[in-house]
């Protein structure tokens, strides 16, 4: 499976960016897909993740209530809605796909996310 992740960018904080997360192929319905994220000096952190279904969704505590992730299955593809964003969430932001609840097998190459204070 291969994973096409785009929508980052420059952002001034409490700016809003989307990133769109595209997979090759419909995977069996046990996986889920999600963003982790690595800021520079620091260790790739889990954001957020969808079940394969939509049904369920997890946040870290950082991005509750803030960022908000959704699927389109019909193509395969992943969004995250990023709002009140700031200068904490300047980050490579990289989309997965894996074995729900934790979707860590397949990676898409990262986007950079920079948010200006």
């Known amino acids: 499976v291969q994973l096409q992740a785009s929508g980052g960018g420059l952002v001034q904080a409490g700016g809003s960016l989307r990133l769109s997360c595209a997979a090759s192929?419909?995977?069996?319905?046990?996986?889920?897909m999600g963003w982790f994220r690595q800021a520079p000096g620091k260790e790739r952190e889990f954001v957020a993740g969808i079940s394969w279904s939509g049904a369920s969704t997890t946040y870290s505590d950082s991005v509750k209530e803030r960022f908000t992730i959704s699927r389109d299955s019909a193509n395969n593809t992943i969004y995250l809605e990023m709002g009140s964003l700031q200068p904490e969430d300047t980050a490579v932001y990289y989309c997965?796909?894996?074995?729900?609840?934790?979707?860590?097998?397949?990676w898409g190459q990262g986007t950079q996310v920079t948010v200006s204070s």
């Open positions: 997965a796909l894996g074995m729900w609840p934790v979707p860590k097998r397949y």
């Open positions: 192929r419909r995977t069996s319905s046990n996986n889920g």
